[in-house]
């Protein structure tokens, strides 16, 4: 526990506290996993089970480990775990200011499909919920949040 709360303060300015991590592993469909480099754990991932899907809750890799393929590994159990489960898709939400996860979940074939309004507590903030299926035909999404407005001035047009 103490090395995946090293990663989750360095990795978010809003983190979770030891007692989310144990709050939320207590519940049976909870699960928690980490990824070690020479025994030494450099990344963890926290993921509901649900009825047809599966949802990472939390997901982090030690900044001075990242882009080394560690969460790309985790990402791809994960969705190794979609057959085996029968469930065939994975949902998760990232605030709208953090354009790094965006950008990794993109390139691991998941797909934004709405724009969670006010989702967080601390702050204002907007999330994109984005989801990956065994079957990935995306659909069509606009984005349509505070950001959007300021990058893309025809949305306000149409």
């Known amino acids: 526990m103490p090395a995946v709360l090293e990663i989750e303060a360095a990795s978010f300015e809003f983190a979770w506290t030891e007692e989310d991590f144990i709050c939320c592993l ?3 469909n909870c699960i928690g996993m980490v990824a070690e480099v020479a025994g030494e754990v450099v990344g963890y991932m926290i993921y509901e089970l649900q009825k047809s899907r599966l949802r990472i809750l939390n997901f982090a890799v030690a900044p001075e480990n990242r882009r080394g393929g560690i969460g790309r590994q985790m990402v791809r159990r994960l969705v190794d775990k ?32 709405r724009v969670v309004h006010d989702r967080y507590d601390d702050t204002t ?14 659909a069509a999404f ?17």
């Open 26 to 28: 207590r519940q049976r």
């Open 82 to 113: 979609l057959s085996q489960q029968r469930r065939t898709e994975i949902v998760l939400e990232v605030r709208e200011t953090n354009l790094p996860a965006q950008l990794f979940f993109k390139g691991e074939g998941f797909r934004a499909f």
């Open 125 to 138: 903030e907007d999330a994109y919920a984005m989801h990956f299926a065994l079957s990935n035909t995306p």
């Open 142 to 158: 606009k984005p349509a949040n505070r950001i959007s407005a300021f990058l893309m001035p025809e949305a306000d047009a149409a």
